[in-house]
């Protein structure tokens, strides 16, 4: 069983920075892709960044320049630095693994619980 865990959302003003992070713990041989996904109240849940294992990266049009995306493979952690927040930013962010598990052995695909950041005018 794999479990991911996200944190570091909350409360913060128009222009400022917050820093998510995703820990994933469990019965994990590998991970491939990871990734940050956000869905506002009413709306659907939509990509915000995603990385490779090698590191490459991609980005939400809405999110560039200054959304950064990160992971440290050996921690089974990805990380999401957002600056520049504005009130549409306003979200529960989801995190994403593509896992190869084992006992058994097999790939899924896991979601961590969500955490709120708000962003006030």
């Known amino acids: 069983q794999v479990q991911l865990v996200e944190s570091g959302g909350g409360l913060v003003q128009a222009g400022g920075s917050l820093r998510l992070s995703c820990a994933a713990s469990g019965s994990i041989f590998s991970i491939n892709a990871m990734g940050w996904y956000r869905q506002a109240q009413g709306k659907q849940r939509e990509l915000v960044a995603t990385i490779t294992r090698g590191g490459s990266t991609n980005y939400a049009d809405s999110v560039k320049g200054r959304f950064t995306i990160s992971r440290d493979n050996a921690k089974n952690t990805v990380y999401l630095q957002m600056n520049s927040l504005k009130p549409e930013d306003t979200a529960v962010y989801y995190c994403?693994?593509?896992?190869?598990?084992?006992?058994?052995?097999?790939?899924?695909?896991?979601w961590g619980q969500g955490t709120l950041v708000t962003v006030s005018s």
């Open positions: 994403n693994a593509e896992v190869i598990a084992t006992l058994p052995l097999n790939a899924l695909n896991a």
